[in-house]
């Protein structure tokens, strides 16, 4: 009997210990899971603009992105500064507010012929205005003010304003549109992302930019040639700025007036990375692209931290 009671101490003991071990790891995988999601919040935390999935080679190049689009038109009868325009915007609200791009069309062009931006970009996850200009003949620097104007109108006045992040906010532009994002970028320092597309400008050196800025040019441009338009205005960028020279491979002054997936995915890289700060992108940045059957050339720095 005694030897009997001895064993059953024994188990018990060996139970007491068990149940100590379980209790130990219980609480050390408690505390890891806590260390886990504060590490996940604080990540979240770090980069409160992230909006969307993480991207893939495949979303960048999608005709759509993971947002459903909406849009509204804009009358020119309604505004100043500028020849009125669409706004796409994603029709959800439940991400918060959005970054901003407002693109201009160039010399004699609407803004049809930069339309089809307006919702492959909404729909990544920015608020879009795709502008008309007060007359179809206005200069750069005219396009550059009126790109600044659409944006204050964007933030200030229209009716997705509360959707906009006005703290977020770039420009684009074809041709003449393109030499008047520089204009704007130059006058805005505080701007996020500028892409200028085949810009011409009388203007070629631009050292007093400061808003981080991909240059796209075409090896076939004859009217804003690379040589004399989009190669001067990269050199010319501060060599400290975030900027980038992207030419395209068989390609003409008037390729970004319709669908390009090589325009729209770089495009959306560097809105994602610069607007959204969003690190994510930096992936179809750097390394560098290597020239293909659709990049002539890529220049460029790999994008600064913080």
Not at 67 to 85: C, D, I, N, P
Not at 93 to 106: C, H, L, N, Q
Not at 266 to 275: P, T
Request: aromatic letters at 8%.
């Amino acid at each position: 009997m005694q030897q009997f009671t001895e064993e059953s101490r024994t188990t018990g003991r060996s139970k007491g210990r068990s149940r100590a071990v379980r209790t130990a790891l219980a609480a050390l995988l408690a505390v890891g899971a806590l260390m886990t999601t504060q590490a996940v919040t604080a990540q979240g935390a770090d980069n409160p603009y992230e909006r969307g999935p993480a991207p893939t080679q495949s979303s960048i190049e999608a005709a759509r992105g993971p947002y459903a689009v909406s849009q509204t038109s804009v009358s020119s009868l309604l505004v100043s500064g500028f020849g009125g325009g669409t706004v796409y915007y994603p029709s959800s609200t439940s991400d918060g507010t959005f970054g901003a791009v407002v693109i201009s069309p160039g010399f004699t062009a609407y803004e049809s012929s930069i339309a089809w931006l307006g919702p492959r970009l909404a729909s990544q996850g920015f608020v879009v205005f795709t502008i008309d200009t007060l007359t179809t003949l206005d200069q750069p620097d005219s396009r550059g003010r009126q790109l600044l104007a659409a944006l204050d109108y964007l933030t200030q006045r229209s009716s997705v304003r509360g959707r906009v992040d006005s703290t977020r906010l770039g420009v684009m532009g074809h041709s003449m549109g393109g030499g008047g994002t520089l204009e704007a970028a130059k006058s805005r320092p505080s701007l996020q992302a500028a892409i200028p597309l085949t810009g011409w400008n009388t203007d070629k050196t631009w050292p007093e930019i400061q808003t981080p800025t991909l240059v796209v040019g075409a090896d076939g441009d004859t009217v804003a040639p690379v040589a004399s338009h989009s190669e001067p205005f990269y050199q010319s960028l501060p060599s400290s700025l975030d900027k980038a020279y992207l030419e395209l491979n068989g390609a003409t002054h008037f390729t970004p007036n319709s669908s390009n997936t090589t325009i729209a995915k770089y495009s959306i890289s560097w809105l994602k990375r610069f607007i959204d700060n969003d690190t994510r992108y930096e992936q179809f940045l750097c390394p560098l692209p290597r020239p293909s059957l659709t990049i002539e050339e890529y220049r460029g720095n790999c994008p600064h931290s913080g």
